[in-house]
């Protein structure tokens, strides 16, 4: 999705608790991962949550599934996905999430803690596109 569309999403939903809500359910439509998938090689570290993400295989693009323990968490998986999943590793690495996390006002909105966890997602997401990019 592109990201200004995402922000677009956002603005029409006018009350915080409609954009909970939002997120919630883009949560609740993404698939689990399997069993066999939430391992501790696929879990992303410096998260409240448990949160695991796993890459696919797809040559020259990053396409990611992910799963958590948390509802809003699990949203904020499906937000990431997205905007970075199905993109090349260099459009991966050169997305500015900070920007458009702010923009979507996450910013002020989620715990220190959600945010210190959404960032690590991010940062395991760029690190699975730089191992695409070296494949």
């Known amino acids: 999705m592109d990201p200004e569309e995402l922000i677009d999403n ?3 939903l006018g009350s ?3 954009r909970y809500a939002y997120i919630i359910e883009l949560g609740r439509e993404m698939p689990p991962l399997t069993d066999d998938e939430r391992t501790e090689a696929n879990r992303v570290r410096g998260c409240m949550s448990q949160v695991w993400l796993v890459a696919d295989d797809d040559p020259g693009k990053l396409v990611f599934r ?14 990431l996905r997205m905007l970075m999943s199905e993109r ?14 702010g923009r ?3 910013e002020n909105q989620i715990t220190a803690n959600r945010r210190n966890g959404f960032y690590a997602m991010v940062e395991r997401i760029r690190a699975m596109a730089a191992e695409r990019a070296v494949s």
């Open 16 to 18: 915080w608790e409609e």
């Open 66 to 79: 992910g799963d958590s323990d948390a509802h809003i968490v699990r949203g904020l998986i499906a937000l």
């Open 88 to 101: 090349s590793p260099d459009e991966v690495r050169a997305l500015d999430i900070g920007d458009i996390f």
């Open 104 to 106: 979507l006002g996450l």
């Open 10 to 12: 956002f603005e029409m």
